[in-house]
């Protein structure tokens, strides 16, 4: 089994920073695709950012292209989410997720995420 814990998120003012790291335990963490997402309010929970276990690729969703980061910390069995220039429209609940079977592949899709933490806030006043 995997547990996945978020931390980091809280109260910014549009044009801030945060970061949110994810923790990981409970297996090896260095073999998973790991991603993070976020959920609006009535909305979907939606796609963020995501990095492959070999070469480190990134992927992001458009929005946040350019002023968020993903990494990891293979040592410390974390991930991290450095978010720059925030804007009232990120305002979510971030989620981290971890691919367990195709650590090198990239994906988007909510379905495709083995194990899922239970979601740290983050919001964004204007």
């Known amino acids: 089994q995997v547990q996945l814990v978020e931390s980091g998120g809280g109260l910014v003012q549009a044009g801030g920073s945060l970061r949110l790291s994810c923790a990981i335990s409970?297996?090896?963490?260095?073999?998973?695709?790991m991603a993070w997402f976020r959920q609006a309010p009535g909305k979907e929970r939606d796609f963020v950012a995501v990095?492959?276990?070999?070469?480190?690729?990134?992927y992001y969703t458009n929005s946040v292209e350019g002023r968020f980061t993903i990494s990891r910390d293979n040592a410390k069995n974390t991930v991290y989410l450095q978010m720059n220039s925030l804007k009232p429209e990120d305002t979510a609940v971030y989620y981290c997720?971890?691919?367990?079977?195709?650590?090198?592949?990239?994906?988007?899709?909510?379905?495709?995420?083995?194990?899922w933490g239970q979601g740290t806030q983050v919001t964004v006043s204007s």
């Open positions: 990095i492959t276990w070999s070469a480190g690729t990134t």
């Open positions: 997720a971890a691919e367990v079977h195709n650590p090198d592949y990239i994906y988007v899709d909510v379905g495709k995420y083995d194990y």
């Open positions: 409970g297996r090896t963490f260095s073999r998973y695709t």
